[in-house]
């Protein structure tokens, strides 16, 4: 089931200004930058120790990373769980009576399947699960 922290996902309104902060301020190197055209969104990764920084600037203002920064302002979006089941990791959560925002997993950012759960059933943290789709290596 749940096997680590895959990553934290942060709502930036700029990739470029925010990724130099990163690698300038905190000598990180970005290791590979993705759009999600389905969640309108662009993307930067950074791995810290095995744990990954995704940051995700909307591309739209319909994306709900910019409603989000609307909001909220820019800051952290979700924890996301590497699982090695997504599918069973969301039949638990249900059977645990936690409200899904998706049934189905669907393709996200880095060549993973995702899903999340929805904030009001896990104490305000949105909350991911993902996996490497089958027969593909995740980017990071």
């Known amino acids: 089931m749940i096997q680590r922290i895959d ?8 990739l470029a200004e925010t990724v130099k902060y990163y690698e300038q301020a905190l ?3 970005c290791e590979h930058y993705e759009e999600v055209p389905s969640q ?6 950074f791995d810290v120790g095995g744990v990954h920084i995704e940051l ?4 739209s203002p319909e994306s ?6 609307e909001k909220r302002g820019e800051g952290i979006h979700h924890i996301a769980f590497a699982s ?5 990791q969301l039949a638990g959560a249900k059977n645990a009576g936690v409200k899904l925002l998706h049934e189905v997993p669907f393709e996200g950012a880095a060549g ?3 899903a999340f759960l929805h904030p009001k059933s896990t104490y305000g943290v949105l909350t ?13």
């Open 84 to 88: 090695d089941d997504i599918t069973g």
């Open 7 to 14: 990553h934290l996902g942060i709502a930036v309104r700029s």
């Open 128 to 140: 991911e699960f993902c996996m490497p789709k089958p027969g593909a290596a995740a980017a990071h």
């Open 112 to 114: 993973k399947l995702v």
């Open 56 to 59: 995700l600037e909307p591309t």
């Open 27 to 29: 000598g990180l190197k």
């Open 64 to 69: 709900t990373i910019a409603q989000f920064i």
């Open 40 to 45: 309108k969104v662009k993307t930067a990764f």
